[in-house]
């Protein structure tokens, strides 16, 4: 387990200094952002979540009618401050009229911050809380003192919050629209997941990811679990799995379209990097899409571009 706390800590100050020279993302190390991003005006915030409190903001304008909804997931070892300190996401969803949360996990016997997500992370403990009720709770509650659009209420993830949207979008499917995982993985056996209806899935992967590997594999050489306990699926593989429980083509079929996900690596196309695989014939409110970051490390250097790509990828895909 400290070994896997090593590898993130060490993985966001590298991001750190490999934003230093790229002025859309900032990262703070273990602590709190010293500063907050700048965002588009909005009302006061508002707290929700009982024991587990996550201040919501609610922006000040936006579209007549309800709000499309976003939640941020942390890390492993992280917290919901940091994760929008890294991926910068609040601005844009004030621009868009999107009401947004960066809840915190359970605090472990070690001290950090994770989500009881799959199967193969991250509850080290064993100690079985419920996160997915958790979160379904926050998300009723923001409908309480907010006007949501029940078609719009989206998840981004990083890391141990990518694994955890897709458990949400496993157990909550009537609720969740669409995620977005960046360098998390859906759960290694299909069967074990079994969405109720199609949701809206973006993986995004580097192919260099150390941590949770592009092609799969098991976290028990970093936290000292037994061999094969947690195993997870490659990113191609598990967009593959989304794709078969949402009725597409089984089969992701690239395409010579890129997407400007990492600052640091160059592309094809405007300094745009990540090859998009998409699926096809998919039920309504299904899509599927793999961006791969060719190079790209568990933290990606996450682009100016990065923040208005997801979460115009989401409003783009409500629930029919």
């Keep these: 387990m400290r070994r896997l706390l090593g590898l993130l800590i060490v993985g ?14 900032t990262v703070s190390p273990t602590s709190a952002p010293p ?33 499309p909804l976003l939640l941020l997931l942390h890390g492993y ?18 621009e868009r009229g999107v009401v947004f949360a960066t809840p915190d996990g359970t605090v472990d016997s070690d001290g950090n911050h994770y989500w009881n997500a799959t199967d193969a992370c991250c509850d080290l403990d064993h100690a079985g809380v419920d996160d997915a009720g958790y979160l379904a709770d926050v998300i009723e509650e923001i409908k309480g003192v907010a006007n949501i659009d029940p078609k719009r209420i989206y998840l981004v993830g990083h890391s ?11 157990e909550h499917a009537d609720v969740v629209a669409g995620i977005v995982s960046l360098a998390g993985a859906t759960f290694v056996e299909p069967d074990d997941c079994e969405p109720s209806e199609p949701v809206s899935v973006l993986q995004i992967h580097g192919t260099a990811d150390d941590l949770v590997a592009y092609e799969g594999g098991e976290l028990s050489e970093a936290v000292g679990a037994d061999e094969g306990t ?7 593989t598990g967009a593959a799995a989304w794709a078969a429980y949402n009725g597409c083509d089984p ?11 990492d600052a640091l690596i160059d592309g094809p196309t405007d300094g745009a990097e990540a090859a998009v695989a ?19 490390s568990h933290f990606p250097s996450v682009s100016g571009a990065f923040a208005e790509h997801v979460v115009d990828y989401l409003l783009d895909h409500p629930k029919p």
């Design 12 to 25: 966001i100050v590298a991001g750190a200094c490999a934003n230093a020279g790229a002025p859309s993302a």
């Design 35 to 67: 500063s907050t991003p700048t965002v588009a005006p909005a009302s006061s915030p508002t707290v929700v979540g009982g024991e587990r409190p996550v201040t919501v903001q609610l922006p000040s304008a936006g579209p007549e009618g309800p709000s």
């Design 77 to 94: 070892g992280s917290t919901g401050a940091e994760a929008e300190a890294y991926m910068r996401l609040g601005p844009v969803a004030a």
């Design 160 to 170: 141990n919050g990518g694994f955890m949207t897709y458990r949400m979008a496993c």
């Design 230 to 236: 947690l195993r997870y699926p490659g990113a191609r």
């Design 251 to 261: 089969e992701l079929a690239d395409t010579d379209e890129t997407v400007d996900v």
């Design 278 to 296: 998409r699926a096809s014939g998919c039920e309504p409110g299904g899509h599927v899409e793999l961006w791969t970051i060719p190079d790209g």
